[in-house]
């Protein structure tokens, strides 16, 4: 008897160390930075963003509150903002300077290292969800062009045609930004007036963003993800810096989970979100001091801007943007949420 009471009692004290181990869950999710004024904003817009994150970020939380993986909660909080036509992405996504829909995403594994990134795709409807599919289905992490849209349909992605993606507000951008000057792209996150001049040569008309996505589960396991249509008005075969795993996207369980919007190719220069966790794992910076350096002085100095969100693996967060604003919003590891929009 004195044994079995012995071991209930050892078995209860297992159980809840168990249970004190699980970390609390925290999501963050961004739908892209640039040029977003609150004068340039009407009320019923406003809501319909703030809609808009709110209904992501419920998608990814719920994931993770039923205890699931970090990664499946950044695909269900992207695809969400992915059939969302506010954002550019999937459904929203920009168009080129041929007039296409070009889209990149990627998805990073912290626990693992593993990821899967697909570039220039036209008819998946979510992209994220193909960039999943390279990184659990393939021996690559990169697929680009017609090659990933034939990947994507073997692994029973959703495809459509790519009349799918047009949307008027999009198209309207595309011939406004030719008008002014055909050489130039485009950031697509801002609600300003068509040739709204903000600080770099070639004003940009960015009316929406770009979406993001990065989380840490119960088990501790961090993941990130980022989907895009690009630029508006980019030249053909350009890809930015969303599926490109380092710059756009990063996630390893040792650091953090960042996802990142802004002009991409400085991004790509700056290696972006691998640089966010190298200076916290070799300069032992915190998330916020890494994330805010990269983006407020590094980003700024070499004249790009934009982005990003990250969480590190004690569920610290950190949403660092030069832009005049950034649709964000996350839920912290004491339950809290906020749904930001302006800096
Ligand atoms: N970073 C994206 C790109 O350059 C654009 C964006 O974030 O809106 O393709």
Redesign the pocket.
């Known amino acids: 008897m004195k044994y079995i009471v012995y071991l209930f009692a050892l078995l209860s004290f297992t159980t809840s160390c168990v249970a004190q181990q699980q970390t609390k869950p925290v999501l963050v999710i961004h739908g892209?930075?640039?040029t977003i004024l609150k004068s340039n904003m009407t009320p019923e817009k406003e809501k319909a963003y703030r809609q808009a994150l709110d209904e992501a970020l419920a998608a990814g939380y719920a994931v993770l509150t039923k205890g699931g993986a970090a990664l499946d909660a950044v695909e269900a909080a992207i695809k969400v903002l992915e059939d969302n036509p506010l954002f550019?992405a999937g459904k929203g996504a920009v168009f080129t300077n041929e007039g296409k829909n070009e889209m990149?995403a990627s998805v990073m594994d912290g626990k693992t290292l593993k990821a899967g990134a697909v570039a220039g795709v036209t008819t998946i409807r979510n992209p994220i969800t193909a960039a999943r599919a390279v990184m659990d289905k393939s021996e690559h992490v990169m697929m680009a062009g017609p090659g990933a849209e034939k990947f994507a349909a073997q692994q029973g992605c959703v495809i459509v045609d790519p009349s799918y993606f047009f949307t008027q507000d999009r198209w309207d951008a595309l011939q406004r930004v030719k008008a002014e000057d055909s050489t130039k792209t485009r950031?697509?996150?801002d609600g300003a007036k068509p040739g709204a001049s903000i600080k770099q040569p070639g004003n940009r008309d960015?009316k929406y963003?770009?979406v993001g996505c990065v989380a840490l589960d119960v088990h501790g396991n961090l993941a990130a993800g980022t989907s895009?249509g690009?630029?508006t008005n980019k030249k053909f075969g350009r890809i930015?810096?969303?599926p490109v795993i380092g710059a756009?996207t990063y996630a390893d369980n040792n650091t953090c989970a960042v996802s990142?919007?802004?002009?991409?190719?400085f991004?790509i220069r700056l290696v972006m979100a691998k640089s966010v966790s190298d200076r916290m794992e070799l300069a032992h910076e915190s998330l916020d001091k890494a994330a805010t350096e990269m983006i407020m002085h590094k980003l700024g100095q070499l004249g790009g801007d934009?982005g990003l969100i990250a969480v590190d693996r004690d569920g610290n967060i950190s949403m660092p943007f030069n832009t005049e604003g950034m649709y964000r919003a996350y839920i912290n590891a004491d339950g809290k949420k906020e749904v930001l929009i302006y800096r």
């Open positions: 892209g930075a640039g550019n990149d950031l697509d996150h960015s963003g770009t895009t690009g630029m930015g810096d969303s756009g990142c919007t802004g002009w991409g190719e991004f934009g």
